[in-house]
């Protein structure tokens, strides 16, 4: 995403809203995904009442 060498984040500010909202869109599902490996108890329990109205 050019880091030192002002590419394509450094265009304008929406080219940095939208590298920044993918960025943090893959890093939610990675999280959310390490998270359902290791079952983790209190993620399952925050879970339970979305995935009921679900």
Do not use: H
């Not at 080219?15 to 920044?20: G, H, N, R, V, Y």
């Not at 909202?21 to 290791?38: D, E, H, Q, S």
Request: glycine letters at 10%; hydrophobic letters at 55%.
């Amino acid at each position: 995403m050019g880091g030192y060498t002002f590419g394509f984040a450094y265009s304008s500010i929406m080219t940095a809203a939208l590298t920044s909202a993918l960025a943090g869109t893959a890093m939610a599902v990675v999280y959310v995904a390490v998270l359902r490996a290791l079952r983790v108890r209190e993620f399952e329990e925050f879970m339970e009442p979305i995935g009921r109205r679900l």
